[in-house]
C-alpha cells in the first residue's frame, strides 16, 4: 500500500496531556495506574484515570456537546499543536476533503448513567436535561471532534470494542486511496464509566493490582481512559511531516467466542500477518512489537503464540498496558502514538509491573526498557467480538 | 468513481418481511399494508446461541443470511460492515439500570452482547469468516456512511462484502430521548466485478447537501424511512425493486449528502 504520512500526532492518558508527558513517563517507568476512586465505583481494582479532564468544559459554541467524553477529547486535541496542524491543513485541502474517523467503545454512556440515576420516581422519565445524539451516540464524539475542527469532510465512528481505534487507519486509508478525502483525522477516545467497570468484573477479567501483562501470575486488565489523535495525508502532499508515516494494516475476525480470543491465536497471527503484506514487509523488518498484552490470561497467552507463529522468537514486544492501562476503544491511538515515540526516541518498552516472564511464553518479551534504533513498530489491538487488527508505523524520511 | 454491483439483498422491517414479498410492495405492484414485525429466529444461529442474543443482533444476522442466499455466494470469504445508528439499546438500557443500583451486578453475557460489534461477532462465528469486519455508527446518516465504508472496501480491497444496515428502537426512557419507531434491517452483498448473480451497479459522490432526500411516495412507508436511522436506505431498495436507472440522495455527515447513481445489470 501506499504510505501515508502522520503529519501531526498527540496522546492524552493517564501518563499526561500530549506526547512530552507520556514519553517522560515511558522512559522514566512510571506508571499511569492508581486505585480506583472513580465515582462511587465499589470495586477493587487500579485504573488509568486522566487527571482533571472535569476541570474545562467543553468550548462555548459546542456546549451541547458536554460530557466527560467530549471533554477528553477537546483536552486532547489542545496538545502538541494538533489543531493548529489541521487548520493548516483545512486551508490547503478544504475542510469538506477531510475526514474525521474517530474509535470509541461507549462514547459518552456515562451521561446516560448519571441520567438513570436522576430518573423520574413516578414516570421513570430521563430528566429533560439529557441529550442523547451528542453524548451516548456512537458518533456524538465524532461529531464534536468534527465540529471542533471545523472539518465537513467524510466522517463516522468505528466502534468494535478494543481494535476501533486501529482499525481507523484501514478505513481512512481506503477514504483517500479511493479520492473520497485528501487526509483524515484518525483517533480514538474512551472515558471511564461503570458499564465498562462493572462490566468487565463481571466476566472477571478485571485485576486487583495494576495489570503485570505476560506475566506468569498476571491478574486481569486495569481498565484505563484515553484520546489520541493522528493527521494521515500523502507525503507528497503534505507540507510537513513528523517523520512517522502509515506502512500497513491488517484486519481480522476470530470468528471464534464473543468474549474469548481464538486460544491458539490464529485470529490475531491472520491481522499481523495481512499488515506485514499490505505493507510488503518480511517479519524480520519489525524492529518491535506493541503487543495488546491486556494482562487477562488467555490475551496474553495466545498473543504469545501469535507473535511465534509470525515473527519467531526474536521480535522484541511488550505491552504498555501497566503504564496506561486499557484504554479499550482508544487503545489502538493510544499506541499507535507510542509506537510513534519509540521510533522518534530510539526505545523499546519493557512490561511494566512484570515481575517474572509466564515460562510458558516464547516470544522476545521485554521486561525492562531498551534503548536502541527503531524504525518500525507493528502495534496489535484486539478486541470483544474477535475483532482484530495491526498497523505497521516506520519512520519516513 | 467508487461503487459497486450488488449482487444480493436482505430485508426485514414491519410489513416487510424478506426481499421476494418486500419487492413487490416497494416495486408498487402490491399495497403496503403496515403489520407488527414476526418474531425473529435467524435460523443460522443454533438455538442455544439465538437465546443468548438480542433482536438488535438477530436482526442483522437475519437479513445478512437473506442477501447471502439471495446472491448465492458463500459467506466466510466476504468482509462485512455492520452499520447502526444507536446501537444496542436493550442493552445499553439493561446495563445502565444496574449500575444505577446501589450494588450493581452485571450480566456477563449482557455485558459481552454490550459491545457494538456484537452483530458482527455472531455474524463472524455463524459463517465462520475470518476475513475483516468493520461495526459503524454516524447517527441519521448511519447508512450513507455504512455503504461509503463498504464501497471503499470493494474498491480499495478488491474485496466481496456483505452490508448490513439496521436500528431497533431503543425501550424506554432511552426511546424518549431518541425516537424510533419500528424495526429495520437491510443487507446487500457488494462485488467489484460485475457478474451473472449482479442486479444493479451504484456508483457513490459526496456533495453538498440538497434541498430535498429522496423519498416514497407511499406515506406510511416515507413514515418508516423517517423514523428509523437505518430505514434511509428504503429509497435504494425501491429503486431495486423498481429495475429502473435512478440517480437518489440519502443524508449524510454535516453539509453533505450521498449521490447514488443506481444502473441496473
Redesign the interface.
Known amino acids: 500500500m501506499t504510505p501515508l504520512v502522520l503529519s501531526g500526532y498527540t496522546a492524552t492518558n493517564a501518563l499526561g496531556r500530549g506526547n512530552a508527558a507520556v514519553h517522560a513517563a515511558l522512559a522514566g517507568a512510571r506508571s499511569g495506574l492508581a486505585p480506583c476512586t472513580f465515582e462511587n465505583v465499589?470495586l477493587e481494582t487500579h485504573v488509568g484515570e486522566v487527571a482533571g479532564v472535569d476541570d474545562q468544559p467543553v468550548i462555548e459554541r459546542l456546549a451541547e456537546f458536554e460530557c466527560r467524553n467530549n471533554r477528553l477529547a477537546q483536552l486532547a486535541l489542545e496538545q502538541d499543536g494538533f489543531t493548529e496542524i489541521v487548520a493548516a491543513a483545512r486551508r490547503r485541502y478544504g475542510g469538506?476533503r477531510i475526514a474525521v474517523i474517530l474509535g470509541t467503545?461507549t462514547s459518552g454512556?456515562l451521561e446516560?448513567?448519571h441520567?438513570?440515576?436522576a430518573?423520574d420516581p413516578q414516570t421513570?422519565?430521563?430528566p429533560a436535561s439529557?441529550?442523547?445524539?451528542t453524548t451516548?451516540?456512537?458518533?456524538a464524539t465524532?461529531?464534536f471532534v468534527?465540529r471542533y475542527l471545523d472539518l465537513?469532510g467524510?466522517?463516522?465512528?468505528?466502534?468494535?470494542?478494543c481494535s476501533s481505534s486501529a482499525?481507523v487507519f484501514?478505513?481512512a486509508?481506503?477514504?483517500i486511496?479511493?479520492?473520497?478525502a485528501d487526509a483524515a483525522v484518525v483517533g480514538g477516545v474512551d472515558s471511564l464509566c461503570?458499564?465498562t467497570l462493572?462490566?468487565?468484573?463481571?466476566?472477571d477479567l478485571v485485576g486487583r493490582e495494576p495489570c503485570r501483562p505476560c506475566d506468569a501470575e498476571r491478574g486481569g486488565i486495569s481498565i484505563g481512559e484515553a484520546a489520541g489523535f493522528a493527521l494521515l495525508e500523502r507525503s507528497e502532499r503534505a507540507a510537513g511531516h513528523s517523520g512517522i508515516a502509515l506502512f500497513g494494516y491488517g484486519?481480522?475476525?476470530?470468528?471464534?467466542?464473543?468474549?474469548t480470543p481464538h486460544p491458539e491465536g490464529?485470529?490475531a497471527a491472520?491481522a499481523m500477518q495481512?499488515a506485514l503484506a499490505s505493507a510488503g514487509l518480511e517479519p524480520a523488518a519489525i524492529d518491535y512489537i506493541n503487543m495488546h498484552g491486556t494482562a487477562s490470561q488467555v490475551n496474553d497467552s495466545m498473543e504469545d503464540k501469535a507473535i511465534r507463529a509470525v515473527f519467531g522468537t526474536a521480535t522484541p514486544c511488550s505491552s504498555t498496558k501497566g503504564w496506561t492501562g486499557h484504554a479499550l476503544g482508544a487503545a489502538g491511538i493510544t499506541e499507535a502514538v507510542i509506537s510513534a515515540l519509540c521510533i522518534t526516541h530510539g526505545l523499546m518498552p519493557g512490561c511494566l509491573n512484570t515481575r517474572h516472564l509466564d515460562p510458558s511464553f516464547t516470544s522476545h518479551v521485554l521486561l525492562t526498557n531498551r534503548h536502541a534504533p527503531v524504525r518500525r513498530v507493528l502495534s496489535n489491538s484486539f478486541?470483544?467480538?474477535?475483532?482484530n487488527a495491526s498497523i505497521i508505523l516506520g519512520a519516513f524520511e | 468513481m467508487i461503487g459497486a454491483w450488488i449482487d444480493g439483498i436482505g430485508l426485514f422491517a414491519p410489513g416487510l418481511v424478506g426481499w421476494e414479498q418486500a419487492r413487490a410492495v416497494l416495486a408498487g405492484a402490491q399495497p403496503y399494508v403496515p403489520a407488527p414485525a414476526p418474531k425473529l429466529a435467524p435460523q443460522l444461529l443454533a438455538a442455544d446461541v439465538r437465546r443468548r442474543t438480542t433482536d438488535h443482533i438477530r436482526l442483522a444476522v437475519e437479513v445478512g443470511a437473506e442477501a447471502i442466499r439471495h446472491a448465492g455466494v458463500e459467506a466466510a470469504p466476504l468482509w462485512s460492515v455492520f452499520s447502526s445508528s444507536d446501537g444496542d439499546g436493550a442493552i445499553s438500557h439493561n446495563i445502565c439500570e444496574e449500575v444505577a443500583r446501589e450494588t450493581p451486578e452485571v450480566s456477563p453475557t449482557r455485558f459481552h452482547n454490550s459491545v457494538n460489534n456484537a452483530p458482527a461477532g455472531y455474524w463472524c462465528m455463524a459463517v465462520g469468516s475470518r476475513a475483516p469486519s468493520t461495526s459503524i455508527a454516524a447517527f441519521d446518516a448511519s447508512f450513507a456512511a455504512g455503504l461509503i465504508e463498504a464501497c471503499t472496501q470493494v474498491l480499495a480491497e478488491q474485496a466481496g462484502v456483505l452490508y448490513v444496515i439496521h436500528d431497533t428502537p431503543m425501550p424506554e426512557p432511552l426511546n424518549s430521548a431518541r425516537p424510533m419507531t419500528g424495526i429495520f434491517g437491510a443487507a446487500f452483498v457488494l462485488a467489484s466485478q460485475r457478474s451473472a448473480r449482479s442486479l444493479a451497479r451504484v456508483t457513490l459522490a459526496i456533495e453538498p447537501r440538497v434541498e430535498t432526500m429522496s423519498r416514497l411516495p407511499d406515506a406510511a412507508l416515507d413514515g418508516m424511512r423517517t423514523g428509523n436511522a437505518a430505514a434511509r436506505a428504503l429509497p435504494l431498495l425501491a429503486a431495486l425493486a423498481r429495475g429502473a436507472a435512478a440517480v437518489l440522495t440519502f443524508p449524510y455527515v454535516h453539509s453533505q449528502a450521498l449521490r447514488v447513481t443506481l444502473e441496473p445489470a
Open positions: 465499589k469538506a467503545s454512556i446516560t448513567e441520567a438513570y440515576r430518573r421513570g422519565r430521563l439529557f441529550r442523547f445524539a451516548q451516540n456512537l458518533y465524532t461529531d468534527r465537513s467524510p466522517a463516522m465512528m468505528v466502534s468494535t470494542a482499525k484501514a478505513s486509508w481506503r477514504l486511496e479511493t479520492g473520497l461503570q458499564n462493572y462490566g468487565f468484573a463481571s466476566l484486519e481480522s475476525s476470530d470468528a471464534y467466542h464473543m468474549s490464529e485470529g491472520l495481512r478486541g470483544f467480538g474477535g475483532s
